[in-house]
Each structure stands twice: as structure tokens, then as C-alpha cells.
């Protein structure tokens, strides 16, 4: 879905779907509305070298403190060798569906002062996570979806492409097209099994001191 698309009845679903304590869903952007975390990607379609700079453009773009930017990006497209050398280094799940994605992103972080065992920023876990955020907003509105994950093995990743010790690769992120006959909204499909979706209401992640909601 794009945001030229608008707000299709099947966005509408996904945002009323999400609320659990049977109050009117609010009002979501499509965007928000429509994303979910696919495991299956079109093996055939390949993202654009534009697609690629529109989701980092996406990235540049995030706030951080200081204005730090303490983020930085490997990208691989399947048709780019970086793809190939970024999947022999994934484990456990992502080694069966990530490399189906059109384009792999390892998400790295800037930890430390170079030579130190200061902090670059206090707060660099976090601004790459808004930063992270945004590319996957980004790729909603380019018709594409992502899925972040960890399944990889982190030092041979790091050795492969030579990543000083004072930064961290964090994570990876898969993007792509959804695999040919799967919905635009998270229902189940017999290839990829999963719970039902489950959100907090807002009542319980809305904070008050001295409330009794539980929140274990």
C-alpha cells in the first residue's frame, strides 16, 4: 500500500483489530495502521537503487540527541554481492526467510569514543531505533514492508565488513515486497503461521502513579 492508496477498508480493519479493551479505535495514518513485521517476501522482486536512498534519506532525517546521528548502514540488494556476504552470517529463523528479502540492512550503532570506554551518546540505542523507525515508515510508503530481527551471528558480521570496536551492529532489517497472494494486512496465510496480534490498550500503557492496572 502506498499513501496514494488513502485509507482502504483493509487499513481501517488492521487499525480496529489492534484494540483489545473494546473501546473506538483512534484514528490511525495509514501507514501506521496498515504495518506489520512480514517472514515472507516476494523472491522475484528487486528494490531500486532509488527505493534504497529513499530509506536512508529516511534515516538522515531522524532526531537524535545532540544531533549526534550515532547510526550508520550496511545495505545489500539481491542483486548486490553485499546481499550474499550479509546472509551467510544469519542464524536460527532469519537464515530460512531473510534471504527472500530485496534488500538487507544491518543497523549499526556508535558506541563508544573511538579508543575509549566512554559513550558516544547516552542515548544512541535509542536515536538508531527512531532512526530505524522512520526507514520502515519510509518503505510503507514506497509499497514495501520490513522486518527487524537479530538472528545473526554479530562478531563474523562485524569481521566481515571490518566494523571498529566502538561501534555495535544492533540489528538487521529485511525489506521487500509482501510474496505473491498474501494480503496487505497481518492475516494469517497457511506459509506463515502465527498468533493472533495482540496489543495493550492505551489505558494500560498510559502511566498514572498509584493505579492498579498490572502491568507484569
Known amino acids: 500500500m502506498t499513501v496514494a492508496d488513502g485509507w482502504p477498508t483493509a487499513a481501517r480493519a488492521s487499525a480496529a483489530a489492534r484494540v483489545d479493551d473494546g473501546a473506538p479505535p483512534p484514528v490511525l495514518h495509514p501507514l501506521l495502521a496498515a504495518r506489520w513485521s512480514p517472514t515472507t517476501f516476494d523472491p522475484s522482486y528487486e528494490v531500486t537503487t532509488a527505493d534504497v536512498d529513499a530509506i536512508l534519506e529516511a534515516a538522515r532525517w531522524a532526531p537524535s540527541a545532540g544531533n549526534s546521528q550515532p547510526w550508520a548502514f550496511i545495505t545489500g540488494r539481491r542483486a548486490d554481492p553485499l546481499h550474499a556476504r550479509l546472509t551467510r552470517h544469519l542464524t536460527g529463523s532469519s537464515a530460512a526467510w531473510a534471504p527472500s528479502a530485496s534488500l538487507l540492512?544491518?543497523?549499526?550503532?556508535?558506541?563508544?569514543?573511538?579508543?575509549?570506554?566512554?559513550?558516544?551518546?547516552?542515548?544512541?540505542?535509542?536515536?538508531?531505533?527512531?532512526?530505524?523507525?522512520?526507514?520502515?515508515?519510509?518503505?510503507?510508503?514506497?509499497?514495501?514492508?520490513?522486518?527487524?530481527?537479530?538472528?545473526?551471528?554479530?562478531?563474523?558480521?562485524?569481521?566481515?565488513?571490518?566494523?571498529?570496536?566502538?561501534?555495535?551492529?544492533?540489528?538487521?532489517?529485511?525489506?521487500?515486497?509482501?510474496?505473491?497472494?498474501?494480503?496487505?494486512?497481518?492475516?494469517?496465510?497457511?506459509?506463515?503461521p502465527r498468533p493472533p496480534r495482540h496489543r495493550r490498550s492505551t489505558r494500560e500503557i498510559r502511566w498514572a502513579a498509584g493505579d492498579s492496572i498490572s502491568r507484569d
Open 105 to 192: 540492512v544491518a543497523n549499526l550503532c556508535h558506541r563508544y569514543v573511538e579508543g575509549t570506554d566512554w559513550e558516544y551518546s547516552e542515548f544512541a540505542h535509542y536515536d538508531l531505533g527512531q532512526a530505524v523507525a522512520h526507514m520502515t515508515f519510509q518503505a510503507q510508503a514506497l509499497g514495501l514492508h520490513a522486518r527487524q530481527f537479530r538472528a545473526f551471528d554479530r562478531a563474523p558480521l562485524a569481521a566481515e565488513f571490518t566494523v571498529p570496536q566502538h561501534w555495535e551492529i544492533t540489528t538487521m532489517s529485511a525489506f521487500g515486497r509482501l510474496s505473491p497472494g498474501l494480503a496487505n494486512i497481518p492475516e494469517p496465510a497457511a506459509t506463515e
